[in-house]
């Protein structure tokens, strides 16, 4: 089980967990404003971008090759930034903290 | 809340981000939904691809979890089909006999699986389009019922190009009738139904092309007749040759429709208080100057938002840059933009392990589309370009020992 916060853009904080599926599924199921998941969760939209805290990019990883070009079309996107669809949840991201891009 | 209605006839990506985003933008009445589908609202892209190749998919595949209706105060009747429009007295008139006044009524009525005059087809078991969640439950029963897994999927479209990959994974012997000379034939260059082509050619489905399918026997498979003498056995038909779009209802009220249902920029239709949104409209598409009807998710959520926030009292108008994706095996195909009308384009093929190439279409020296292959850096590059009109210079596009990059392509 992992426990995971959210920091939407309207300054709520939502605290939810999960031990399965991707963040932006979790982020969908509890309606946490600015995840939309357009696509369904394949990389093909860039509506679940989230910005990680740096110090949980350990946790996390980094983009790959594919989100990173996705994200490009945010030009909020930083070297701290994922798309939510492509974060698995699992023990080892335990405590992240994400904050919703605008 | 007031006691002023919003109803929208569709629950699918567009009907429900609509209702959502009339929420968000502040709608005080009642929302309410209706669909013919009982099942709780989904993603539909998926059902062709990952849906119907995993069994535990469908609690993932929601598109909101039933407690966010609740949330929201949106009311979901599902398994009701709206049979008419009163536009006078402002009531829809619903299929278990009851009646619902409206203050707005938004259409997402969407599209429906065109089934071909092709005899033999309309009593036939085993025969399926692929459209609802009904349609993917009964093609996965019937394979597992089937012990040859032959499979004959009647159009090479995007749709059954993605039902042949994933039956093909589901370990069934594909074959797909196409009509045309080529796969994709109504919607990209030569080029790229090639790729196609020989991808699917390579996992083993056999893609057979110029084959009008005249006839349907049945005993105890299929046997698929062509114009051409040939003949095909199947234990499970497919069919994807296309949509109707669902304008009956619409044309019954005496809305404008001509290919779909004609809407402003606003998302309104030809009565001031009824909206139409998604697959099902015939709007302006102001980056191409031309009235489009378009089926896809993108148009279907932006078209809601919009429709939405005018309903609210906000000056809105529908101007996205349409985009496409198709999955089929480890091939990502992204599209933007349109590109009918295109009178040269450019191929630029990346030196890579895995296939990645872009064909960039223009209309003289002006970007209209591009058709990205495991290529998100030219979907977005495309996309950036498309936006701003920026000039492309053509000889860097073509050049791959030039790096992809915005500064390369700026002229």
Known sequence: MAKITFITSDHQTIELEGDSGSVMELAVEHNVNGIDGDCGGVCSCATCHVHVRPEDMEKTGAASEIETDMLELDDNADAYSRLSCQIVISDAIDGVILTVAK | ?411
């Open chain 2, 1 to 411: 809340m007031t006691d002023t209605v919003c109803v929208i006839i569709g629950a699918s990506h567009a009907g429900v981000n609509c209702a959502f985003a009339l929420r968000k933008e502040g709608w005080q009445g009642q929302i309410i939904l209706y669909d013919a589908d009982p099942e709780l609202p989904y993603h539909r892209p998926p059902l062709s691809k990952t849906y119907l190749t995993n069994t535990e998919g469908a609690q993932k595949n929601l598109l909101k979890s039933e407690e966010s209706y609740e949330r929201s105060e949106i009311q979901l009747n599902l398994g009701i089909e709206v049979t008419s429009i009163d536009s006078g007295e402002r009531k829809i008139a619903l299929s278990d006999g009851k009646v619902q006044a409206y203050d707005k009524l938004i259409l997402a009525t969407g599209a429906r699986p065109l089934i071909p005059p092709i005899t033999g087809l309309d009593n036939a078991k085993n025969i399926f389009p692929l459209r609802t969640m009904a349609d993917v439950e009964g093609i996965r029963k019937a394979l597992g019922e089937s012990p040859k897994k032959n499979v004959v999927i009647i159009g090479g479209g995007y749709i059954g190009l993605e039902i042949a990959a994933s039956l093909n994974k589901l370990g069934a012997t594909v074959t797909v009738l196409e009509r045309e000379e080529r796969i994709l034939a109504r919607v990209t260059v030569s080029e790229m139904s090639e790729f196609f082509h020989s991808l699917h050619q390579k996992k083993g489905v056999d893609i057979l092309t110029k084959k009008n399918v005249t006839a349907v026997e049945t005993n105890t498979g299929h046997t698929i007749i062509c114009d051409d003498g040939s003949a095909y056995f199947a234990d499970i038909i497919i069919i994807g040759v296309g949509i109707r779009v669902n304008t009956e209802i619409a044309e019954k009220a005496g809305l404008v429709t001509e290919n779909g249902i004609k809407v402003d920029a606003m998302a309104k239709t030809s009565n001031e208080d009824i909206y139409a949104i998604g697959d099902c409209t015939f709007h302006h598409n102001p980056h191409y100057d031309r009235f489009v009807r378009l089926e896809s998710v993108q148009n279907a959520v932006d078209q809601a938002k919009v429709a939405a926030a005018a309903i609210c009292g906000k000056e809105v108008i529908y101007d996205s840059i349409p985009w496409f994706w198709s999955d089929q095996y480890d091939v990502k195909l992204q599209i933007v933009g349109l590109s009918e009308g295109h009178d040269n384009s450019i191929i630029r093929k990346e030196e890579k392990e895995q296939p990645c190439f872009s064909i960039w279409y223009f209309s003289g020296d002006r970007l209209l589309s591009v058709d990205a292959i495991n290529s998100a850096k030219a979907f977005v590059l495309g996309t950036k370009f498309i936006k701003t009109g920026q000039l492309i210079n053509k000889s860097n596009l073509a050049d791959t020992s030039v790096e992809l990059k915005p500064a390369h392509l700026m002229i």
